[in-house]
């Protein structure tokens, strides 16, 4: 529900209204928020069903297949291999869950990526994203941004990311070895 001042209610939450001007305050600036804004239309996502939600706590669901497939990795390992991509190659939107790290790819770029405790996500699903403003150390449902989706638009290459990771893996084991 909608006040007429702008504000987004749930009817479990009404005690705390969030306006949408907060909102669009609250993020970096307002590039940052135009920005946000172009990359939902891409995809078809409703900047208003995104907004309300995000107005009452939660996060905003979005289609994935339709701009991008997301690779969801073990937390420790996927920080690592997205360190190890970060001013090497571009790295597109990337989102921290606490046990996870989902890494945003071109469309069937990941198919046939098999390892252990690694899946993607394709056409059909949906994955949900926090506010744009919700960067590393603030979380909103359990996620936060690690890279929020920008101007350019740019995706992770799922070549290098699946390079860095079984390279982070290989690594993560020799250091166990070595204990």
Known sequence: MVT???AAVSPSRSSRLVRRTDLINSASGPDD???CLDWFGKIGASVEKALLAW?????????????WDVVRLPAGDGWRAVTALSGR?????????????????????????????????????????P??????PRIQRAKSWVVAPSSGHALTSADDLR???AV????????????
């Open 4 to 6: 007429a001042d702008g």
């Open 33 to 35: 928020w135009y920005l």
């Open 55 to 67: 107005g009452v706590g939660e996060l905003a669901l979005l289609p994935v297949g339709r701009a």
């Open 89 to 129: 190659v571009p790295v597109g939107p990337v989102l921290h869950t606490g046990i996870s790290v989902e890494v945003f790819v071109p469309i069937d770029s990941a198919d046939g990526w098999t390892a252990p405790r690694v899946s993607v996500l394709k056409s059909g699903d949906l994955i949900g994203v």
């Open 131 to 136: 506010h744009p403003s919700f960067s590393s």
């Open 163 to 165: 390079l860095a990771y």
């Open 168 to 179: 982070t893996r290989v690594g993560t084991r020799e250091e166990a070895c070595l204990r």
